[in-house]
C-alpha cells in the first residue's frame, strides 16, 4: 500500500487558480498510476483526471478539460493537479488516489489506495 497526503487547498476567486500537491510513500511510486477526485458538499465523488505511471497518458473529465493540468514527479514522489479559471461550482474535497497498473481509470472502484483529501472553496 501506498500512504498518500495532500496539499495545496484553499480559499480562491472564481478565475483564479490553485495547484494541489499530493505526496506518496510507501512502496515505488512509479508502479502506481495517479488519479485525482473530488467531493462537492452533499454530492457524491466523481473523477477529475488521470494520469498513468510514467506519465505519458493522461485522462480528464470534459467538466475541466483545458483549464486543469495533471503532472507528476517519480523521483519527488508527487502528483500535481493545476487548476486554473476555477468556477464556484468547482468547491469541494479534493482527494488523490492510487492504482497500481499502468494506466489508472475514471472509477472509485479503481483505486486501492486514497488520500485524506483538501478543502478547496471557489467564491463568487
Known amino acids: 500500500q501506498v500512504q498518500l497526503v495532500e496539499s495545496g487547498g484553499g480559499l480562491v476567486q472564481a478565475g483564479g487558480s490553485l495547484r494541489l500537491s499530493c505526496v506518496a510513500s510507501?512502496?515505488?511510486?512509479?508502479?502506481?498510476?495517479m488519479g485525482w477526485f473530488r467531493q462537492p458538499p452533499g454530492k457524491e465523488r466523481e473523477f477529475v483526471a488521470v494520469i498513468s505511471r510514467l506519465g505519458g497518458t493522461v485522462d480528464y473529465a470534459d467538466s475541466v478539460k483545458g483549464r486543469f493540468t495533471i503532472f507528476r514527479g517519480n523521483d519527488e514522489k508527487t502528483v500535481y493537479l493545476q487548476m486554473n479559471n476555477l468556477r464556484t461550482e468547482e468547491t469541494a474535497v479534493y482527494y488523490c488516489a492510487a492504482r497500481i497498473d499502468v494506466n489508472g481509470g475514471n472509477r472509485l472502484s479503481d483505486y486501492s489506495s486514497w488520500g485524506q483529501g483538501t478543502q478547496v472553496a471557489v467564491s463568487s
Open positions: 510507501g512502496r515505488t511510486f512509479s508502479s502506481y498510476a
